[in-house]
């Protein structure tokens, strides 16, 4: 089985920006700010694009040929990957581990990374609270302020890559163009909307928070053409990895036994296997099953 490239699903939150209609030549009066370019999700199941499966949707692929496309990983759940526009601040959110998600959600535990494709000049996230007072917190939750009052503001700029685990407060700030890579949860609690009145999750979202966690970016830099190829560690967690791979004219990738994802965050790539190629343009993402072996990218 060759790459698989996914038709992504485009979604209008309230706070979205209009770099994923820029960058993929989307015309009309709508603002995408969430793709889910990887998910198997209910309602956000993506359809194969192109190639013998053109159309399918990943869940019945991975009914199919689930060996083929998992390789020596148990279950079925796959790597979350969503581009995310923020022409506002998002909601101040947490997510639940996965003993609270199992035992009141049937979901997953949700944790998640975001690599920073771009941010315009004083971009910040919210990565924690600044503090450890619950009291103080909840108070500030009754009012809707609490990611005024106490959202940790962290500067990001293009190449930063931070993991949120499960338990974080947390928020993408306005201006910042991200790729999310995350677990195979869905869960969300919000503590806080700026006062944009949909529903909020607190009683929830205290449940589950971690007032410790506190993470700090990698500052893996801007992207540069000049600079030699190379591989890098962005984000480890127990539930999945993410390098940053810097191409210069083509690039060979063993694999492991299991499938992997591919995002490209600047330029474009030619992806191919023993079995097929596929074009990835700039913010798209694909999976690669884990029967391909290795393979190689372009570009």
Known sequence: MGPLLLKPNLISPVWS??????LRGIDGDVAYGESFDVSVHEGLVNDVEGGPYDGTPLDVLLAEHRSEIMGDLDGDGIV?????????????????????????????????????????????????????????????????????KYGRRVPVSEGDFVCVPAGTLHA???????????????????ICDWGRGRELHVAQGFDVLRTESRPEPSHLGAFDPSAPAGARRGVTHRLFASDVIDVRGSWAQPMEGRYEVLSCVAGSARVRTAEGEMDLPFTRSLLMPASAGSYTIEG
């Open 17 to 22: 920006g209009d770099a994923i209609n820029r």
């Open 80 to 148: 979350q990957i969503i581009t995310m526009s923020a022409g506002q601040n998002l909601s101040v959110q947490v997510h639940p581990d996965e003993a609270y998600a199992q035992a009141h959600e049937n979901d997953h535990e949700k944790t998640e990374s975001w690599y920073i494709v771009e941010a315009k000049p004083n971009a910040t996230i919210i990565c924690g609270s600044t503090t450890d007072d619950v009291s103080a917190l909840r108070t500030a939750a009754a009012d809707d302020t609490i990611g005024e």
């Open 172 to 190: 993408l700030g306005a201006g910042v163009l991200a790729l999310e890579v995350g677990s195979f949860g869905f869960c969300t609690y919000r």
